[in-house]
């Protein structure tokens, strides 16, 4: 580029790109369009760290495509061959990725496929158009837990070869993941059945013109739901509890006969919906019924395993933690490498102590690769004199409780030293975990059902996995 100079005027030319400098304008020539006279065939990713980890993901999921094979079998169950064609396997799983690792909802995810040019194209949406969010719902829901897991052991023998994790250290600990329920208050479980049970039989008699007499109490029982959490004495707490519980009873008999109604009645396929609903939910409050006049009305106590909190997610189980904090949903232990990748989970029912599941786990591990790990670091809740000599029968050369609970350092490790940075490297599945919560979803599942849920737990890790390595292949 050539440049002249004349101070007396106060003028600076160049040559080559046509701008014209003066004291009194500025002129541009052949810098900026108007607009673009035509639009590239295909926008490139962008400079950015979050599309090169997706870039990096999608190279992970192409060296390892028997996992499309796996989904596919799910997705296909009860499919005719004809029709159109869908969603294939590959942008199932892309897709629940996605929503997994961005916390969508399908209404979101829908929209961002159909708008980010990142995901669309990491969802091989090059010139389809991205599909509705009920689809997505609906294939994404079919991946089954099973199938999940398969997935994670086949990306771990990926790692294993690419020497990201080797599995010669483990850590193990426990978490829990909530339903999504209220909290479980047997008020608020009378007036939850109650409602369900009306809102059947106000459809069936919609919708399937069939005619039985029932009387609507939902608006009865709420107002008792409210009176008994405002009532300022046990006495008229219990007072109010004996006219909600008349109030339930009275429904689910109403709800009875409707049902033996409808099986009299002509078949459809509203009225075999409203049936098996109806079938399904009868049940569930006659047991929320029982187990609320056992505890309140004869003041006797209830076990655990003998209660349900929620008609919704009957699956969920109480889990007291440290005899402060109590949470619904399901206790799920997990094993994590020195690669910050998650080994292994286990999806547990009721509250099993610690101390239980140690072998267990461990023999997990040696299925996984094949053979024991060198080392492992485990909560104090799992330490005992048995899970020891069972883990150094197994060939674990150190093993660290956090809690030595009356073991010897020297019967643990062959040193202090390597007990305490076994026990400093335990501490970092603390962080595996709060990354888990916070960024993946696993503080709360969103998925109805107790398959769904363990689905989701098992795509939280997948998601956090695939990251993970997509990480360590980038720096």
């Given amino acids: 580029?050539?440049?002249?100079?004349?101070?007396?005027?106060?003028?600076?030319?160049?040559?080559?790109?046509?701008?014209?400098?003066?004291?009194?304008?500025?002129?541009?020539?052949?810098?900026?369009?108007?607009?673009?006279?035509?639009?590239?065939?295909?926008?490139?990713?962008?400079?950015?760290?979050?599309?090169?980890?997706?870039?990096?993901?999608?190279?992970?999921?192409?060296?390892?495509?028997?996992?499309?094979?796996?989904?596919?079998?799910?997705?296909?169950?009860?499919?005719s061959n004809t029709g159109a064609q869908g969603m294939t396997a590959e942008q199932v799983l892309r897709a629940a990725l996605i929503k997994q690792m961005m916390g969508?909802?399908?209404?979101?995810?829908?929209?961002?496929?159909?708008?980010?040019?990142?995901?669309?194209?990491?969802?091989?949406?090059?010139?389809?158009?991205?599909?509705?969010?009920?689809?997505?719902?609906?294939n994404i829901k079919a991946i089954t837990p099973k199938t999940w897991e398969e997935v994670n052991r086949i990306l771990l023998e990926y790692a294993k070869v690419n020497a990201i994790e080797a599995g010669r250290e483990v850590r193990v600990d426990c978490t829990v993941v909530e339903s999504n329920i209220h909290k479980p208050y047997d008020s608020e479980l009378l007036w939850d059945g109650v409602r369900v049970l009306t809102r059947l039989m106000d459809a069936a008699r919609c919708e399937c013109n069939v005619d039985f007499e029932y009387m609507n109490h939902s608006r009865a029982s709420k107002r008792r739901s409210i009176e008994i959490m405002n009532a300022k004495t046990a006495k008229r707490r219990k007072r109010k509890y004996k006219e909600l519980l008349k109030l339930s009873n009275k429904t689910v008999e109403y709800a009875e006969g409707s049902l033996k109604t409808l099986d009299a009645s002509p078949s459809s396929i509203e009225a075999e919906i409203i049936k098996t609903q109806l079938s399904h939910f009868i049940p569930l409050v006659k047991k929320v019924i029982d187990q609320t006049t056992r505890r309140v009305m004869n003041d006797e106590a209830v076990p655990a395993s003998e209660k349900i909190f929620s008609i919704f997610e009957e699956h969920t189980d109480i889990i007291i933690k440290d005899r402060r904090d109590i949470y619904y949903g399901h206790k799920i232990c997990l094993s994590g490498g020195a690669s910050n990748l998650i080994l292994d989970c286990q999806i547990l029912d009721g509250n099993p102590e610690d101390s239980t599941l140690t072998k267990d786990m461990l023999e997990r591990q040696q299925e996984i690769f094949g053979r024991p790990p060198l080392k492992v670091a485990l909560d104090g809740g799992f330490a005992s004199k048995e899970n020891l000599k069972d883990a150094k029968e197994m060939g674990i050369k150190d093993v660290c409780f956090a809690k030595k609970r009356g073991l010897e350092i020297s019967d643990m490790c062959r040193s202090e030293y390597v007990y305490k940075r076994l026990r400093n490297f335990r501490a970092g599945i603390e962080s595996g975990i709060s990354w888990l919560k916070r960024t993946f979803g696993l503080t709360r599942c969103i998925w109805r059902g107790l398959e769904s849920f363990k689905s989701y737990v098992w795509a939280s890790i997948v998601s956090t996995n695939l990251l993970t390595m997509a990480r360590h292949r980038l720096v």
């Fill in 104 to 138: 969508f909802s399908y209404q979101e995810l829908e929209f961002h496929l159909k708008d980010s040019v990142t995901y669309r194209w990491f969802c091989r949406f090059h010139c389809q158009d991205a599909f509705g969010k009920s689809t997505l719902n609906q």
């Fill in 1 to 79: 580029m050539g440049w002249t100079f004349s101070f007396d005027l106060l003028v600076c030319k160049t040559v080559t790109s046509g701008i014209y400098v003066t004291n009194k304008s500025l002129e541009v020539t052949d810098m900026r369009k108007s607009h673009e006279k035509q639009l590239p065939l295909c926008q490139p990713l962008p400079d950015h760290p979050k599309a090169k980890e997706m870039k990096e993901i999608s190279h992970i999921l192409d060296q390892n495509r028997s996992i499309y094979d796996r989904v596919l079998q799910d997705i296909s169950k009860g499919k």
